[in-house]
């Protein structure tokens, strides 16, 4: 599903498809972001877009959101929370092409729970994407798995669940680059256009 997306653009652009809780916002374990009071930015986020959205990326937010399976929230509320992360970094200049979410639960075998292709479909069908030179970034192997089934470069980060992620699937993730936060993931992508 989708709290917003902005319109189909003619030309095709690369897109940076980041997960929410844990990149872009504090998670923690046990923790759900339940009411938008709660939404906390990691400090680095603001220049770690500023240096995607200038080399003019879309910024695509995919997140899942079992909360709402779990009625820890309503999808009205799970969508109020994306809309003020959207304005949140929308007065900081920086723009976000759209937020797409999952709502389920893991035993609902979806079709749209990351690392499954749902929600970017979704996306693909919205936005003239170039998967080519397109990342994924997020702190879960399950966003890594979703970029290696979009044949897309992955980037893991240690913040969030990250961490924990490492200890339980170790080796078993195998991600294109493991970076420190958001922001060495977008210093790590500007490395690489550099260097083609
Ligand atoms: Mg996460
Ligand atoms: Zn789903």
């Known amino acids: 599903m989708k709290a917003f997306s902005k319109k189909r653009k003619l030309t095709s ?3 940076i498809f980041l997960d929410r809780d844990g990149t872009i916002v ?3 374990p046990g923790h759900y972001l339940t009411n938008e009071k709660l939404l906390k930015l990691y400090k680095c986020v603001p220049e770690a877009l500023e240096i995607l959205q200038k080399m003019k990326y879309l910024l695509i937010i995919l997140t899942n959101q079992s909360g709402i399976a779990r009625n ?8 109020k929370i994306n809309l003020h992360l959207q304005k949140k ?3 900081l200049g920086i ?3 759209g937020i797409y979410f999952c709502p ?33 970034i997020g702190d879960k192997i399950a966003d890594v798995k979703l970029g290696q089934n979009l044949k897309i470069k992955t980037i893991f980060l240690k913040t969030g ?9 170790g080796k078993k993730i195998k991600a294109d680059f493991m970076a420190k936060d958001i922001l060495s993931a977008a210093k ?3 490395k690489q256009r550099v260097e083609r």
């Open 13 to 15: 652009r690369a897109a």
């Open 26 to 28: 504090h998670d923690k």
């Open 72 to 79: 820890y929230m309503s999808l009205a509320q799970s969508v």
């Open 89 to 91: 970094l929308k007065a």
């Open 95 to 97: 723009n976000i092409e």
């Open 104 to 136: 389920h639960s893991p035993q609902d075998k979806c079709s749209c729970r990351k690392p499954k292709l749902g929600l970017a479909k979704e996306v693909l069908a919205n936005h003239n994407i170039n998967l080519s030179d397109s990342f994924m």
């Open 161 to 169: 669940h990250g961490r924990n992620q490492i200890l339980q699937y």
């Open 188 to 190: 790590w992508i500007a």
